[in-house]
């Protein structure tokens, strides 16, 4: 009798224990999959805010091409409204922008490649490579102008008035050649430069003994497969899936895709979708293009950002706002922006073929909730 009650206690202790580890995996499992329940709703309700946020974008107007990224996933990939009123085509995830100012962290990254190459350095003299510039020049170098501290005058002060015709980036030179003075000494102060960067992307002509659009596409658009991104020269490549650029003007969506300006090329002239820019976003957490080196000079700031609505330093093409590297683009009819944080591998991309909104604040709110959870 006494062994059996013995055996019997022993029999209940264990089953005790059997069942309170039942139930503490049961209330693990619960709790995990409440958790996970909660998530899903997170991220539904961050794809909800988003679609409520770029309905501006929706329907049968000019519209825009979203996409969100975190931890390497596509959590959102929409168009929203039209790429092309007079036929009739929506906007979509493979449409084809022009990136305007965008443009500006390729051709840096173009300069930083060859100076990985030997080809060039940081601190060359732009006049060394382009000797027609003013003698004042000598003292600018290529770094001054990725930073935009070089002060070169902004080309589009000095386009004669009643000027029909497209400027091209020799027309850039020979007007910045002419000139006698800049806004400031190199280095220091920031102002915001296209020129610097249409100078650039000459430097990169120079230094590769290629033609700019071609360098991009061997160096940067054909290794990270970007298919469907190109720089774009007037009567060259077609654009594939090509959104054309639209303002409002007295209450009417007007077909305003080129200007003066829209055929310079290191400054903005890049067509791109968010399907393709999210390879190149891809591409800035490694070294799969730029190296370590190459990307922390890119990433960290060389200026402190002036004359602009928002608290900024600037890098190589970047601007550096707290813990996100982000830059936006405008040109007639367009207005796009891409910003990352880095840290929580979290990436936005708005691309818009309309003079307004402008997309920046839209991104910063559309981003809020997913980087919540």
Not at 143 to 155: I, K
Not at 314 to 327: A, K, P, Q
């Amino acid at each position: 009798m006494k062994a059996w009650i013995v055996s019997s206690h022993t029999e209940s202790r264990q089953l005790i224990h059997a069942r309170s580890l039942f139930m503490r995996f049961a209330v693990l499992l619960m709790t995990l999959c409440f958790a996970a329940g909660m998530a899903r709703a997170s991220t539904a309700d961050a794809i909800r805010n988003a679609d409520r946020l770029m309905q501006p974008y929706a329907g049968n107007a000019p519209g825009a091409s979203l996409l969100v990224i975190k931890n390497g996933k596509v959590l959102l990939r929409r168009g929203y409204g039209m790429a092309d009123l007079e036929h009739h085509v929506a906007a979509t995830p493979a449409t084809d922008y022009r990136l305007a100012s965008v443009t500006k962290q390729f051709t840096a990254a173009a300069v930083l490649l060859l100076m990985e190459d030997g080809k060039l350095k940081l601190d060359d003299s732009i006049r060394n490579w382009l000797p027609t510039l003013p003698s004042f020049a000598d003292q600018v170098t290529l770094q001054e102008l990725l930073s935009h501290t070089g002060g070169m005058l902004d080309y589009e002060d000095l386009i004669a008035t009643g000027s029909t015709r497209q400027l091209n980036d020799d027309d850039v030179l020979r007007m910045i050649s002419a000139t006698t003075h800049s806004y400031f000494p190199p280095g220091t102060m920031y102002r915001y430069s296209n020129t610097g960067y249409v100078l650039l992307g000459l430097v990169v002509e120079k230094a590769s003994g290629l033609s700019l659009q071609d360098f991009l596409e061997q160096r940067i658009f054909a290794p990270l497969h970007m298919d469907h991104t190109l720089l774009y020269v007037h009567d060259a490549k077609t654009v594939p899936n090509r959104a054309y650029g639209y303002s409002n003007i007295d209450g009417k969506w007007q077909l305003t895709d080129q200007d003066l300006t829209s055929a310079t090329r290191g400054d903005g002239g890049i067509y791109s979708s968010v399907d393709d820019l999210a390879k190149w976003d891809a591409a800035l957490y490694d070294n799969r293009l730029l190296s370590d080196a190459s990307r922390k000079l890119a990433f960290s700031a060389h200026a402190k950002v002036v004359g602009e609505p928002y608290q900024a330093d600037y890098g190589f093409g970047w601007r550096i706002s707290g813990d996100t590297l982000w830059h936006s683009g405008e040109s007639i009819g367009f207005r796009n922006v891409i910003v990352r944080w880095p840290k929580q591998h979290l990436s936005v991309i708005l691309l818009s073929n309309r003079n307004a909104p402008e997309p920046y604040r839209t991104v910063l709110a559309i981003a809020a909730p997913f980087l919540e959870h």
